[in-house]
């Protein structure tokens, strides 16, 4: 691999340097070949025969340099103060096959002076959670970290109940969240000037091609961010727990938690347990999002001579909000096949308070759109919009039939694609496959019995979402009964 572990120059305030803590006894849960190709991993023969105790923290090569790094956030919407890698190590970071730096970042590895409460482990069914979701979410095509590995161990960890340690080799382009740089106005404000160069030299070096680099910089943090809540919208996905904390400046997906992605279509949905205000709800995130960066841009006011000011700050985070309408309501009609029109988005809006007023299932709704155009040549969809249909009642069944007659209209318009290209954006929009909570918990219980196979068929199945394959189960399409309430996730990991 190509190392160039930047951060472990930077000022040592910011991080603390340290080995993994090991685990008892670590055996393989799955590792993706993907990425240890992506990363020059699989030309290595050490790192890919002791790629189970590097995971397990029991070999550290020598060109790793493991550090805890620190930085602080806003959780719920409050001041946190200090927080950091509490139970995670930034191992390396490494230049991929695309010239692009990626971090190699072990999570579960044991205490760090940033641990707090915890106990610096993870338990193996966060681990495999967060795996299948990163994988999920890259191959969706949505900015995500992922991860090249976990492991599980003998290494008992108490939750609710005893559980098994595991760890897990994120792999993101970033770990520098929005909380390094409040870590930084709190801690040590002498160091703003210089992490903002790091910031911009490592991830946004175009950026010092303008006339203004800070600024230029932080609008790019601006719209990234906005484009990457947009595709979490259109996907379906719900993070949270959007912390200040747990969001990159690279508007890459990360810290997987109490995750899920919508089933039957509720915008309302508290996924996470302990949110019990709502506040990190599928239909808040865009306005989440714009919080946090309002909270985060008020902290380069000391860069004064860069040209940050009250004024220059305002109009960096002007462009979040149209960044953000513009990629989702573009997202939205590709999901239907129609070119970006208002008749288009009436249509698309249409059809999302239909899902909502039916509690119809999102993902699979969307799909069956296929069976609606080209019935003949797809079968699974046709077959999705039978049972689509059938969850009617009769008043809304004729709101569908309306609805379904104006989109057949539409698609037909001389404005529109012709009907193969509508097939091809059906296709290539709307997935056949996301991870659901019903298909992780299944592979989860099947892994605490010491049997990975399911977590590998899932791996296989999410690797291709937009196709329909004959590996898939009905459980990956299905989702919960009507009315029935989707459950929330626990924090604890």
């Known amino acids: 691999m190509r190392y160039q572990n930047t951060y ?18 670590p055996r393989a849960g799955h590792f993706n070949n993907q990425v240890a190709q992506q990363l020059g991993w699989a030309d290595d023969p ?30 719920f919407g409050q001041w946190a103060g200090q927080l950091g890698d509490g139970r995670g190590l930034l191992m390396a970071q490494v230049l991929d096959n695309n010239d692009q730096l990626q971090d190699l970042h072990l ?9 707090r409460m915890g106990d610096g482990r993870a338990v193996l069914r966060s681990t495999i959670r967060e795996y299948l979701c990163g994988h999920a979410l890259t191959q969706l095509g949505i900015p995500s970290s992922n991860a090249l590995g976990f492991v599980v161990s003998d290494t008992p960890i108490r939750r609710e109940r005893m559980e098994a340690g595991a760890a897990l080799m994120r792999v993101a382009d970033s770990h520098v969240r929005l909380g390094h740089v409040e870590w930084i106005a709190s ?47 259109l996907t379906g996905f719900a993070h949270g727990v ?46 989440i999002g714009h919080w946090n960066l309002n909270v985060w841009l008020p902290h380069f006011m000391r860069l004064t001579q860069e040209g940050v000011t009250r004024d220059s700050l305002a109009e960096c985070l002007a462009p979040y909000e149209p960044t953000f309408m513009q990629h989702y309501q573009q997202g939205l009609c590709r999901k239907l096949g129609l070119p970006h029109q208002s008749d288009s988005l009436t249509l698309a809006f249409e059809f999302l308070t239909l899902l909502e007023d039916n509690l ?14 080209a019935a003949d040549e797809h079968p699974y969809e046709q077959q999705l919009l039978k049972i689509m249909i059938a969850e009617l009642s009769d008043e809304a069944r004729q709101v569908w039939q309306d609805w379904s007659t104006r989109y057949l209209a539409q698609i037909q318009q001389p404005s529109s694609p012709t009907n193969d290209q509508v097939v091809t954006d059906l296709k290539t929009n709307n997935p056949v496959y996301v991870l659901r909570n019903s298909m992780a918990q299944h592979a989860i219980t099947a892994a605490e019995q010491g049997q990975f196979e399911e977590v590998a068929r899932l791996f296989e199945l999410l690797a291709s979402p937009y196709t329909v394959q004959d590996i898939a189960t009905d459980l990956d399409s299905r989702p919960p009964t009507p009315n029935a309430p989707q459950l929330p996730i626990s924090c604890s990991s």
């Open 242 to 287: 959007m912390n200040t904390d747990n969001l990159s400046i690279t508007g890459s997906t990360l810290d997987f938690g109490p995750f899920g992605f919508m089933e039957r279509f509720d915008p309302a949905w508290i996924n996470n347990h302990s949110d019990h205000s709502g506040r990190y709800t599928y239909q808040n995130q865009p306005a």
């Open 46 to 75: 050490d790192l890919m025969a002791r790629w189970v105790d590097i995971i397990g923290g029991q070999y550290v090569p020598t060109q790793f340099e493991p550090l805890a790094m620190a930085y602080a956030g806003h959780q």
């Open 187 to 233: 801690f040590a404000p002498d160091l703003l000037s210089e992490f903002t160069d790091y910031m911009i030299d490592t991830y946004y070096p175009e950026c010092r091609d303008s006339e203004k680099p800070v600024l230029a910089f932080l609008q790019a943090v601006v719209q990234r961010t906005a484009r990457m809540i947009a595709d979490w919208q």
């Open 360 to 373: 119809l299932d999102y993902t699979n709704s969307f799909r069956a759109l296929l069976g609606l155009v």
């Open 8 to 25: 472990v120059k930077l000022d040592t305030r910011l991080y603390h340097r340290q080995p993994p803590t090991p685990l008892e006894n």
């Open 107 to 115: 999570k579960g590895c044991g205490l760090t002076p940033y641990s």
